[in-house]
Structure formats: C-alpha cells, structure tokens
C-alpha cells in the first residue's frame, strides 16, 4: 500500500513530518501522532471544530465536500481550509495547525472565559536528605516536612512508603489534591511527568469529555458518546421511572454510564495506557438526576412534590468508590446543583458566561426538556425551571431530529417556503431552530393565527400565492403544513404540525413566563437586562430576531444574546482548570436562589398569557 | 443444680438480687450481670483490681485463699473483702461494691490522674423539618444544616440517607467524631443510647484492653492477653527478624496481633452483640515496632542504623481497613511515638504521669526489654532508650520469670536468706523485683564484690553465717547463690548466678547511665529532679532503696519515687476520653528530643563507669 508524507507546520514548533497510508484519515493521523486537535464530536463531522489549513496537497486542496461547508466560511475555502476528519489522505500534504494547540495556561473553549491555570492537583519533585542517625525522622514525617505539609500523607499510603523513598534513593514525586498528598512515586518521575484531568458534561442524551493537561491547561482530547442509559428512557422521568419499576434499576443505570465513562478513559489512554494512571480528577457537570444516577443515588424523591434531591452541594468521591479507572485514588469532583430541577450543567453555565461576577444583571437560559432560567449579577441569582417540554430539541416534533446532517435549521416564508439543512444534505428532519424560525415565519406569512391555529388554504386571500396555499395540508386528519418533499430532494415529505405547533407554543410559553416571572421576583424592568445567554448547540443556530417574535424571548433583548455553546462542559473545564473557579461555582450555588414554578399560581397566570405568537 | 442468691447492693444504686448455680465464679457471675469490676487481668487472680466486700455469706467469708493475701491487707480480709474471682459460690451473699463503678464523667485509673469528659466521639440526635415545597433542600445538606456542619458528611453515606431519614420520619441520630459524621441512624436510637471505645495497651508480651463508655467516661470492662506474635519471637528484635526470614510475615504478625484485638471486642459484646457496632474509637499505644506490626508497616528500617521508622506521628485508620471488627466506619487511633526504641507507650506514660504539664523538672522510667527514660517538664522533656536487656522483666535470668504467683519478688539476707513470693506460692522463679533485691542484698552483706564478682565460701571469713556460706555454690561451672530449695517448700532448687548478676549489671548500668546522659544533656543536677514517675508493674514492687542501692535509680531520688502502674494503658485511656489529652499527646511529641545513645560516646564512657555495684 502506497503511502504519504505529512508535513506539518504550527507557530512556535519544529515543523514534523509523519508518514500516513494512502486513504486514511487526516484527523486520525493527527491524533495517532499527538497532534490533538479540538473536536467536541470525535471526528464525526458534526461540530466543524477541526478544521485545518492544508498550504500544500493541490487534489485535496480542491476537495471541499458538501458536509464541511456550513462550518468554513467562503473565505477559509479559498484559503485552503478543510475539516481533518472530512480529509482522507490521497497525496502528500503539508498543512497549518492554528496556534492554539500548543497551550499557553489558558483555556478557551467554546462559551468559557479564559481561566488562569491554578489546578487543584500539582506534581512535586522532592529530594530529601539520607537519614542519618543524627537525624532519625520517620519516613512519613521526612516527605511531610519536605512539602511542608504536616499530616498531609494518610496512612493508605505509608506502607509503600519505606520502598518508594529506598528506591529512588530518597527522591520521589508527589501528586497533592491541595494540600493532601494522592500518591507517592520513586525517584523516576519528574514534574514535567503527565498530570491529567477530564471535565464531563453529562447530559440525558449525549456525554462529552474533555481530557486537559492539568500542568499546561491544553486540552488533549474530546469524547463524545449516548448516554447509555437511553435504553432505559429518553427523558430522566422514564429514568427515574425505570429505578422505581426495578429492584436493581438504580444500580443498573450507575453502571450503565460508569461503564460509558471507562470507554472514554480508555479511549483518552488509547495510545499511552499509562495516561490513565495519572488521571488524578475528573469533573462532571450535569443535571441534577444525571448526577445522581452516576453517584448511584436515590432519584424518586426528586421526581414527586415536593422535589428532594438526595444532596446538591458539592462533593468528591474517590475514583475506586465508583470504579471509575483512572487513578484509584483520583478525585471525582461533581459540582454544585441548585435543586432537583437546576443542576450542576446550570451552575456551570453560569460560570462559564461569567454572570455572577458582573454588576449588571443578565439573564441565562438553557434550553433542553426544561428551560433553566437564572437571572441574576454577582449579588445575587434567581433561578427556575420551566418544564418546556423536548420541542427545541426537536423530540416530541412530528418530524423532529436533533442538529445533524441533513436537519433543516432554518427556513424563509415568501412567495414560497425555502430552507436550509445542517452539511447542505438531503432534508431528513426539522431541529429546533427551525421549530422557532417555522413558527415565528408562519405568524408573519400569516399562515397561522396569533392563537396558534393554523390557517386552511381556503381561509386565505388570493393575495395568497399559491405554491404557499399548496402547502397547507392534513396529515392524519391535523391541519400542517408541508415543509419538505422528496420532489424537492429531501429524504422524505416533511410536515409541520399542528400538534407541533401547540408543543412549541406550550413550550415558548414556559419559557417565555419563566422570564418573566424571574423579572418580577427580582423587581426589574427587562430593560435593566444587559445581556442574554443562550447555553447549548441550540443557542448557535436560532435567529434571536424569530425567537423574540414567537414570544421565546424578551423583544428588549433581541440585540442583547449571546450564544455560549455547551456552557456546562465549559464551565466544567474551567473548574477543573482552576481551583478559583471550583470555588466560584460553590459561591454561585451560595447565592442562588431556586423558584418552584409548579406550584407558583403567578407562573400559571403567565403562561397562559405567554400562549399567544404575538 | 442447686442455686444461690446473690445480693448486690453499691452506693447510689437500688440493691440487685441474681441467681447462680453453685460453683460458679463470682467474678463471672457479676459480669454476666453486666456488674463490672474492674480486673486488668481478666479474672485470672494477678491484678487484685476485683475486691469485694462479703458482707453476708459466712463461710465464703472466712474463705479467704492464699492467693488473694497478697492483695488483701489485714484489715480489708478482717472486714470481709475477697477478689470477686477467687470466689466460688457456694451459699447465698450480701456483696458490696465500690461506688467507683458507677462512674462520673472522671476516670481514675492506675497511674492516671483524672481527665474532664470530651470525647472526639459524640451522638446527637436531630429532629428536622420536613421537606416542604418551599424548603426543598436536600436530604444531605437539611442534616448538615441541623448539625450546623456543613460538608461534615462523606459521599459514601449519602445513598443510605435518604431511607434513613423517612424511615425515621425525618427524626435520626448522627454519631459525630469532632466534626466528620461517621453515622446517621434512622429515629430510634437515642443520645442516651451507647457509645463506646476502647483503649489498647500493646505490648511485646501483653495486650491490656479497655471497654470504655464514651458518654459517662466509665470503664465498663477489661481484657488481657497474650500478645500471640510470641510465637514468632519473643522480643521486638526477633519479630523482626521475623518479616525478613518470611515474605508473609509482616502481614501474618499484623493478622495475628488484629485477630487478638477482635478476640476483645467480641468479647467485650459477649452479652450484647450490637455493642461492638456502637464502638467508633479504638485509641493504641505500644512501642515504635507493635504500633508499625498492628498497622501492617515495615519494620525492617527500625531494626539497624540509623533506626528509622514509617511513621510516628499520630495517625487514624478506619476501623474496616486493618479489618477490626468495631463499627467499620470507626476510628483506629494511633498514638504518636518519639522515635524507632521510644514509642506511644512511654508518650502515654509521660501523659498519665503529668510530667509535661509541670514547671519542675521530672524523671520518668519505664522498664522493659530498653529502658525508657524521660527527663523534662512543660517547657521540653529530653528521651532516651537504654538497651537494658530484660534482666527485670525476669527474662535472660537463669531462673527469672514474671510478677505471677509463686514469683520471689524480695529477698532479706541477714543470719541467711530470706525470701517471700507472689501470693505466698511455693517459690518457682525470681521476678525483676527479686533481681534488684538479690543484688542489692548480695553487695550490702558483703558476699558479692563491688565489681559484680561473687564470692565463693572459702573467700568469707568466720564471721559469715554458716547457712549464708552454704549456699554460695557452683551450678553448671558458674558461681551461684542458692535461693531456694526444694527442701525448703520451693517447686525446685532456685538459684541466681554470676551470668545473671552481670546480666543485671548491664541492665541497670544502661539505665543508671541513660538518665547521667540525660541530666547532662539538659545541664541540671540530679538535685533539682522533682519526682522518678515509675512506670509499669514492676515499679509497684521493687523497695526504691534497694534499686538506689544497686545504682539503678540515683541516690537523690530515693524519696522521689512515684510508682504509676500501667502508665501506657492509662495515657491511652485518657486520650480517648479527652480531645484536649489527645492533643496534650501530640505536644509531648513535638516537645520531646530522642536521644541515641548506640552511638553516644558519653554514653558508652558513663555505661562503663556505672558498672560497679556502689
């Protein structure tokens, strides 16, 4: 099999050249060489994170498929850009990687704010003195002195200690979690040994982990996967259900996605299985029975009135307690939750968006099956969730898909209906930015009442055109509209529903009143508002315009958002980054205040103000 | 089987009747019936800690033993006192106990002085709000609240704790040590419901242990055994040997020594087995190489120069991790030790005796296989391990043994040799005490010289006692006294020769010249000494004036002698019942300075020069 050469060339490095078989793939030979560059979806050409510039290699040059162009701009084509994961090698290459890979202390990561590096785990050299008869220090007492940290060594490790220090001639190294003393190394290992961390964002749906390099802050490595538990249930109340209906159903769903968690920390050691060993920490951000379940604790008191979690502030347990495989003594950090309904994902997004450090109130929002809401500034943070329903992820949508290839993310109402999909693909499916920008599209055709109801053909004028009447249509017996159709290339006919529309009413709505009602404790004016962020995938995509049209979001507001993409695994990365923000997100959990909106009579009187698309 | 009754009355106290078969031991009898007198050794009639008073029962009251003269004076057998375990009933009793078993928030105990209530262990018991849609705090931090601690519970009780809490309708008890919980029990169990510790007095030869209530500060029970690493070496040294002569010996002389300690707790839950599940605290204290072979350490660094041990700090296990069978969440508290030949034993000696809390300088001598000797007050306190050899222990003496019945323990020598025994027994061996007697007594009637040289009968002039010459002998070539014989009523002819005179020798020139080299290193006279505190049981036997005599204990002290018994057990004691005397424990560590004196050429000069008897 013929083979090429890779040359590649990045700021501030000695140009590599590595050596690749014919057809392989770009992003994988980077990987397999160290080269690490960013990608959330693990090479799937689903987050347009790894892009490259090949500055040599004319076929592949040329190449720019379809699926990469909704993520390169016209310019970065010209340019030579490509997504490596989309690159299958064909030629000799020469390629740039961004600078960025090459860590500096910093984090930057889609929707987090840089973090200066202070990690909670460091790695010392130590060379102690002989003893001597004049100095009989007990070897404990002798590393403890060293680091100048009284009691810090507990008695799990003091009998590998006479060895570890006799072997390596009294030199040894130290991993401290602060001032506690994880492991005892002989003589070999230097500071400049791996010292490693994974941040977890560990949704319903999907789990994504960060693998960083606790002593430079880069990060090394993504994984992304389902979460695994979905074959017991898509939402957490059948998962919460499937605890109840199982003697061992709660151990079952604990293992199910520790099990997942090993796959990813396999994955990270894929090329270095000694990795895994000094993988002192892993941070996990999730929502609140999410959390629970990983910790393998008791769910059914958050699933009924009046909602009791288990525990929300945060806590540590020992790798080996949950069987998690890096380091046995390592750290599993889970981060702070507000209430059974606000989870550590929100506080972590708070983080990330840097809300609860300024003096002016901004207000967050997360949307998902709930929408969590927090208004709030350094002083204080209100909070709620408003129990949306699963419409802006596109579930519960007759043709509803998530934001993959092929899902229509936006569509145009004019003389005719015309769309967009994620990748330029064949229409598969319709993702929630396209729920709104349908909706709000509708309402200003005037296809659809402010009420919801969807209009028949013959109610409208012969104003109307008529390839827009065409499409207004049954389908099994509810009003819709057609969106889509295999004549136009999609993959199937496409419609959106009039039970699509009352979902995405029902869930604007609780969205819509959870704002408000979060104004209204607080006593402000939306006017005092300085800036919306939108956490999630979801939040990259939507027209702030058409959501304020739909009643989604305040009209005050339509300038005032700011996307900040998976601010949990952000947030995450941060806290793992840095002991500061670890403490800042206990301080968000201090100050925040949860409102049940369930049973808050004024939440009800605003939804149903909220209903309408006006 | 005919039975008795038994009447108990004690101050304080409504009168108790029992029943018991005839023949039963009395001792037996009032622990089954949960009446517990002290007795150090388990009721095996060597301690005389079980007296009590017989006020009704004639004939067992004229029954006084042989074996309990010892313990009794006149008076006490005149009013009817007996040890409770050399009783066998046979007729109905009116017995009396002390009131010092009903305790008060003090312990007295052999050698300790009494120490204020405040246990690290405590139980509280809370009753909680109910969760409320308008409280929804989680089941974790609603006990942290209540307890005002918050972090104070560990993620491995978090899965428990809800079904505790509802199970006990939100009304449970937290068993707290300082401010960790350590357990959270469903409603029943009350603050008046028991907790317990035990403290350990390990020895080479002897475990001692003590049942201890943690909320009155009572001593409920004790238990003596054995040490059964004996099997595998006498002394420290050859248990060392030991674990470098077998791969597995370090971890069988650990199991051994654990299996014993869960001997002791089983039987101290003989009458209730869920007491040991209510035991959270085990507070030890041994010498340097017991304290490393219980906690499974390597003990081979201690054995050759420069002397060095794992640890010797203080340091806590819980109780599942060495596999002791108290609540597995307890505390095994080691306490700390000055270096690798003065242990936790001699700290809690220095604790029991108050040394370190006076402005007076003060001596204190724990004799063993190594002589422990500390000089100092509350200011510093200098220590040192003289390699005494066991001479007064009895051991490496031809015919030694220990203080058990039958033990010469003091010798007369005037027209002839006088002796009496332990328990007024036939004589079967000489016991340390008996060692100092015989030299002191062998140099004073001029029948040994002052270099150590005993003479032979023909040396002796006419105005030698014929029956004094007669026994100056030779036994297997050596020059010998005899002691006693057979003829005299003795289970066989004793005798103490010119090896275990100068085994004594070198015994009491290492510790004679052990507290020289400590006066000198601290730069005051002999003179400004206030008090020799003497720890152990042999300290309770010898005549001061004859250890004086053979230049052990020097002149000035000879009206200084304090005897504090089994200061080990008794510091032990009190550190478990006090905070503030596990802390005083930590500052005797931090304010002692070892001395060694293996390598002391000062040392070596003074051994010399405190050879001779003079």
Chains 1, 2 share one sequence.
Do not use: W
């Amino acid at each position: 099999m013929s083979s090429y050469t890779i040359t590649i060339q990045q700021p501030n490095r000695q140009p590599q050249t590595l050596t690749a078989p014919a057809g392989q793939n770009l992003f994988s030979v980077l990987r397999e060489h160290g080269r690490l560059v960013p990608s959330p979806c693990g090479g799937k050409g689903l987050c347009g994170k790894c892009k490259v510039k090949i500055s040599h290699g004319p076929q592949t040059l040329n190449a720019t498929l379809e699926s990469e162009s909704s993520f390169l701009s016209v310019e970065e084509v010209k340019a030579g850009y490509r997504l490596a994961c989309r690159v299958s090698i064909s030629e000799d290459l020469t390629i740039e990687l961004p600078a960025a890979e090459t860590g500096t202390a910093q984090i930057m990561s889609e929707g987090g704010h840089n973090v200066p590096l202070n990690p909670l785990l460091t790695r010392r050299v130590l060379q102690l003195p002989t003893p001597v008869v004049k100095d009989q220090t007990a070897d404990v007492e002798r590393v403890e002195q060293a680091l100048g940290l009284p009691g810090s060594i507990k008695p799990e490790l003091f009998s590998a200690l006479p060895t570890t220090l006799r072997d390596g001639g009294f030199r040894l190294s130290a991993v401290l979690a602060g001032e506690e003393v994880l492991a005892l190394e002989a003589g070999t290992k230097s500071a400049a040994d791996g010292l490693y961390g994974i941040a977890v964002d560990l949704g319903t749906t999907t789990i994504v982990g960060y693998l960083l390099d606790l002593t430079t802050g880069r990060q090394l490595d993504t994984y992304a996967a389902l979460n695994p538990q979905q074959r017991h249930g898509a939402d957490v109340i059948s998962r919460i259900d499937y605890t109840l209906e199982h003697e061992q159903g709660l151990s079952e769903l604990a293992q199910l996605v520790r099990a997942e968690f090993n796959k990813m920390i396999a994955y990270f050691s894929r090329k270095d299985p000694a990795l895994a060993s000094n993988i002192y920490q892993l941070v996990v951000v999730g929502n609140t029975i999410m959390m629970h379940l990983l910790a393998g604790l008791e769910v059914k008191n958050i699933a009924v009135s009046p909602f009791i979690p288990v525990v929300t502030r945060d806590f540590t347990y020992q790798a080996a307690e949950l069987g998690l495989e890096i380091n046995p003594r390592g750290k599993i950090m889970f981060l702070p939750m507000i209430s059974g309904y606000v989870g550590a994902d929100t506080v972590a997004a708070i983080l990330a968006s840097n809300l609860a450090e300024q003096a002016e109130i901004s207000l967050l929002l997360a949307i998902g099956p709930n929408g969590e809401i927090a208004l709030g500034n350094r002083e204080r943070i209100l909070t709620c969730s408003a129990a949306a329903g699963p419409a802006f992820e596109g579930a519960k949508i007759r043709y509803g898909m998530g934001g993959l290839p092929g899902a229509i993310n936006r569509v145009q109402i004019e003389e005719d209906l015309t769309y967009t999909t994620i990748g330029e693909k064949p229409a598969r499916g319709i993702c929630g930015s396209a729920v709104v920008s349908l909706t709000a599209q509708l309402v200003k055709a005037g296809l659809m009442e402010s009420s919801g109801r969807l209009k028949t053909a013959d109610e409208l004028g012969d104003e109307y055109p008529a390839p827009l009447k065409a499409r207004l249509c049954k389908v099994d017996g509810q009003p819709a509209l057609r969106v889509a159709s295999q004549a136009d290339g999609a993959v199937e006919d496409i419609y959106f529903t009039q039970q699509d529309i009352r979902e995405t009413q029902l869930a604007k709505a609780a969205i819509g009143a959870g704002i408000r009602i979060l104004l209204q404790e607080m006593a402000i004016s939306i006017t005092e508002v300085k800036t919306l962020y939108l956490a999630g995938g979801f939040g990259n995509y939507i027209d702030p315009q058409e959501a304020v049209e739909i009643g989604l979001l305040p009209r005050e507001m339509a300038d005032k958002v700011i996307p900040i993409g998976n601010g949990a695994g952000a947030g995450a990365k941060m806290a793992l980054l840095s002991q500061d923000y670890h403490e800042k997100a206990r301080q968000i959990r201090a100050k925040t205040t949860y409102l049940e909106l369930s049973t808050n009579s004024a939440f009800q009187d605003l939804f149903v103000d909220s209903l309408e698309f006006r």
